[in-house]
């Protein structure tokens, strides 16, 4: 087995930039999720809500990152050390974040035709993985719950022979893919080894509308959770890939060698 791809997602909800390599830092990939788009309220906004948010690319740049949508490209650097520290809310958890300014605001409150901001969550913010999970104080950015998200190319293979027409990998938005292995072989596995670094897999993704939500268009599509619900069901939860926690930091590359070291029993 080897890792196939790698995705990091500048802002929480927006459109994935894919990798060929990545550091994982404390907060997970590095650049992955320390961005995201809020109400004025605090509360965040994902493509449940704004399909929309898949428009919205999001290249790195050396001092923060750059918004491309329908108009003009808006680059927004990070905010200053001495920026205010707010707290906003992702799911249950309250989050210190700091805002991003009026100009990034204006450009997203346009393109998604509702009042919002963009926050960064800054280096020395601490928000724990839950500790049902975590072993090790893990800490986890804007994500919903865990730094890394994985899913074996199988298993989305297996998906798309029972849709109408095959959807790409993009639906689910791992963060990690791996080739090699039998179709959904990623929910017996309890600890792996990708490259030099190993990896707890902490538990299933239950799965929200945004599988449903075509990426390059925002248009929903009816098929794919009907699909997954018909054979991917549990006590009320469709769930497809695998959340992950490591052990170490260090670097990820394309082409790893993917090797299980532990198997759920």
């Known amino acids: 087995m080897q890792l196939s791809a790698i995705t990091v997602y500048p802002v929480k909800s927006c459109a994935g930039a894919d990798r060929s390599s990545v550091e994982l830092d ?13 109400r004025p309220s605090g509360d965040f906004l994902t493509q449940r809500d704004f399909p929309l ?10 001092g923060g990152i750059r918004l491309l949508g329908a108009g003009p490209a808006l680059d ?40 919002c901001r963009l ?12 500790g049902i999970y975590a072993s090790q104080g893990e800490t986890v950015g804007f994500a919903d ?24 990998m993009n639906r689910f938005r791992p963060n990690l893919v791996v080739e090699g292995c039998e179709a959904f072989a990623e929910d017996g596995w309890r600890r792996i080894r990708i ?7 902490a538990k299933p993704c239950s799965r929200c509308a945004i599988p449903s939500i075509i990426q390059e268009s ?28 490591y052990r170490q930091l260090g670097r990820l590359s394309v082409g790893d060698s993917v090797e299980v070291l532990e198997a759920k029993q």
């Open 26 to 38: 404390r907060f997970g990939p590095s650049g992955d999720r320390r961005w995201m788009v809020i």
């Open 53 to 62: 948010m898949s428009q919205i690319a999001v290249e790195e740049t050396p």
């Open 76 to 115: 927004i650097a990070c905010p200053a050390a001495e920026t205010p520290v707010r707290f906003v809310r992702v799911w249950e958890d309250s989050v210190p974040a700091q805002d991003a300014g009026d100009a990034a605001a204006d450009w997203l409150s346009g393109v998604l035709a509702t009042p």
């Open 119 to 130: 926050v960064y969550m800054p280096g020395d913010a601490v928000r724990p993985v839950d």
């Open 145 to 168: 719950g865990f730094p890394l998200l994985l899913i074996s190319r199988a298993s989305l293979d297996d998906l798309n022979t029972r849709l109408p027409a095959a959807v790409p």
């Open 195 to 201: 490259g030099d670094l190993e990896f707890d897999v």
């Open 218 to 245: 925002g248009e929903r599509d009816p098929h794919i959770n009907r699909a997954l619900a018909s054979f991917r069901r549990r006590e009320g939860q469709i769930y497809f890939g695998q959340n992950l926690l």
